[in-house]
Nanobody, 112 residues
Framework: QVQWVESGGDLVQAGGSLRLSCLAS????????WGWYRQAPGKQRELVAS???????NYADSVKGRFTISRDNAKNIVDLQMNSLEPDDTGVYFC??????WGQGTQVTVSS
């Protein structure tokens, strides 16, 4: 059982916004880099955005300028602000500090 939980997924129209949150236990959160991944139906899981413990960020080309990852080390939270959502953003979104260790994720559905 992983020590974090994702939330914030929803059904939204294209052009809309969502904010995903990942709440982790303090033991595993503070010194690690974290990433948000997504898995669309029939596709492989892909990295959407990542953030180091110092706050350096990295984004997939498909989301640059639309998504923003942030972290609050005092609250053990990693957020993903998603703006200008597109139908291709549909999928289950997962946060993790290590590829291969997954929680339940949160479903994002963008309708056209």
């Amino acid at each position: 059982q992983v020590q974090w939980v994702e939330s914030g997924g929803d059904l939204v129209q294209a052009g809309g916004s969502l904010r995903l949150s990942c709440l982790a236990s303090r033991i595993i959160f503070s010194t690690k880099a974290w990433g948000w991944y997504r898995q669309a139906p029939g596709k492989q899981r892909e990295l959407v955005a990542s953030i180091t413990s110092a706050g350096a960020t990295n984004y997939a080309d498909s989301v640059k300028g639309r998504f923003t990852i942030s972290r609050d080390n005092a609250k053990n939270i990693v957020d993903l602000q998603m703006n200008s959502l597109e139908p291709d953003d549909t999928g289950v979104y997962f946060c993790t500090f290590r590829y291969g260790i997954w929680g339940q994720g949160t479903q994002v559905t963008v309708s056209s």
